[in-house]
């Protein structure tokens, strides 16, 4: 059974650091490109980053590129989110979840992941 589970959101002040994981089970992990997605309150679901199968490389959303850093641990099966800096506007409840795209090119788009974790919250106080 496929299984991704995110941990490590909480409630942290403006400025702030948070790092997510998820832990993943039921495939071959290191076959897959991760990423991390989030919804805010009212809002679609947005991408946040991804990584490709091996590490090689990781790519971000434009409002979070050179705040937030995607790793993978691929021995332990995890992928975890770094998050510096905190802006109240990231605000929202992250999720984990699994491409169905081969090979290295970017996946940034909802459809192109399944399965997906049940989500942390993750709130930014100014």
């Known amino acids: 059974q496929v299984q991704l589970v995110e941990s490590g959101g909480g409630l942290v002040q403006a400025g702030g650091s948070l790092r997510l994981s998820c832990a993943a089970s039921?495939?071959?992990?290191?076959?897959?490109?991760m990423g991390w997605f989030r919804q805010a309150p009212g809002k679609e679901v947005d991408f946040v980053a991804a990584i490709t199968s091996r590490g090689a490389k990781a790519y971000y959303a434009d409002s979070v590129k050179g705040r937030f850093t995607i790793s993978r641990d691929n021995a332990e099966n995890t992928v975890s989110l770094q998050m510096d800096s905190l802006k109240p506007d990231d605000t929202a409840v992250y999720y984990c979840?699994?491409?169905?795209?081969?090979?290295?090119?970017?996946?940034?788009?909802?459809?192109?992941?399944?399965?997906w974790g049940q989500g942390t919250q993750v709130t930014v106080s100014s």
């Open positions: 039921g495939f071959t992990f290191i076959t897959y490109t």
């Open positions: 979840a699994r491409s169905t795209q081969l090979g290295n090119g970017e996946a940034r788009y909802v459809y192109q992941y399944t399965p």
